[in-house]
């Protein structure tokens, strides 16, 4: 393949205290591309995470941030990012999560051997060193492993392939974005090739967007809902 292109969507709110982590995670990756970009979508911040951002962008000229006046969710953030993405393979990354130094080499490896519409690929759960409480819907289990990855964070997939199933569903506000997006993809049979290594370190603390239960647990089953009612399988 010539010269290929990379755009990463990265929303943030308030994400300070880990978001310069996240983008060195992005810039010291093995083999990027001659063409590649971080597009940051700030959705409403209140803390320094956009300024942190734009020293960063001062260092790497790939790096384009966007602000929203209000906090609006986190799909509405990526919905954002990727009507802006420019290039041809899309990835994205939380705030506060880590891409494994070879995420981008080995995952387009696969895409380009292998052919599969899109990749993804394990994650590993890691806590923070403050030894905060785990949130209430971790299991303590899950730290003693791997984790298949259908998250966004473990995704590589060409642009135009994300785009034929339209955007995010913007009423999965609190998260499950992921869940509704998958289902669709999986609905009409898109080949997805599973990696077994990891690609993605995943940070759990009790700030993550997934443990405030008292709004994602709801717009879940509201997914689930709306799925069952139109006629889609359950299937995630």
Request: proline fraction near 3%; include cysteine.
């Given at each position: 393949m010539i010269n290929p292109s990379l755009s990463v969507v990265l929303p943030l709110y308030n994400g300070a205290q880990y978001v310069s982590e996240a983008i060195e995670s992005i810039v010291t990756q093995a083999d990027l591309p001659r063409e590649w970009e971080i597009i940051v979508?700030?959705?409403?911040s209140?803390?320094?995470g956009v300024a942190i951002c734009q020293r960063l962008a001062q260092r790497y000229k790939q790096i384009r941030i966007e602000v929203q006046p209000s906090n609006q969710g986190v799909t509405v953030a990526r919905n954002r990012g990727i009507k802006l993405a420019r290039f041809e393979y899309l990835c994205f990354i939380d705030q506060d999560d880590i891409w494994v130094s070879d995420k981008?080499?080995?995952q387009l490896k696969a895409l380009t051997e292998i052919k599969p519409d899109y990749v993804l690929g394990h994650q590993a759960f890691f806590m923070q060193d403050?030894?905060?409480p785990l949130p209430s819907w971790f299991r303590q289990e899950w730290a003693l492993s791997s984790q298949q990855g259908y998250l966004f964070g473990c995704l590589l997939i060409r642009r135009h392939d994300f785009l034929k199933f339209g955007l995010l569903d913007e009423?999965?506000?609190y998260g499950a974005d992921d869940v509704e997006w998958f289902g669709r993809a999986r609905q009409i049979s898109l080949n997805v090739l599973?990696?077994?290594e990891i690609v993605l370190k995943r940070r759990i603390h009790m700030s993550n967007a997934s443990a405030q239960t008292q709004h994602s647990t709801p717009a879940l089953l509201a997914l689930i809902r709306r799925r069952l009612a139109s006629g889609v399988g359950s299937r995630t």
């Amino acid at each position: 393949m010539i010269n290929p292109s990379l755009s990463v969507v990265l929303p943030l709110y308030n994400g300070a205290q880990y978001v310069s982590e996240a983008i060195e995670s992005i810039v010291t990756q093995a083999d990027l591309p001659r063409e590649w970009e971080i597009i940051v979508i700030d959705d409403g911040s209140t803390d320094d995470g956009v300024a942190i951002c734009q020293r960063l962008a001062q260092r790497y000229k790939q790096i384009r941030i966007e602000v929203q006046p209000s906090n609006q969710g986190v799909t509405v953030a990526r919905n954002r990012g990727i009507k802006l993405a420019r290039f041809e393979y899309l990835c994205f990354i939380d705030q506060d999560d880590i891409w494994v130094s070879d995420k981008w080499r080995k995952q387009l490896k696969a895409l380009t051997e292998i052919k599969p519409d899109y990749v993804l690929g394990h994650q590993a759960f890691f806590m923070q060193d403050d030894q905060m409480p785990l949130p209430s819907w971790f299991r303590q289990e899950w730290a003693l492993s791997s984790q298949q990855g259908y998250l966004f964070g473990c995704l590589l997939i060409r642009r135009h392939d994300f785009l034929k199933f339209g955007l995010l569903d913007e009423r999965c506000k609190y998260g499950a974005d992921d869940v509704e997006w998958f289902g669709r993809a999986r609905q009409i049979s898109l080949n997805v090739l599973m990696l077994s290594e990891i690609v993605l370190k995943r940070r759990i603390h009790m700030s993550n967007a997934s443990a405030q239960t008292q709004h994602s647990t709801p717009a879940l089953l509201a997914l689930i809902r709306r799925r069952l009612a139109s006629g889609v399988g359950s299937r995630t």
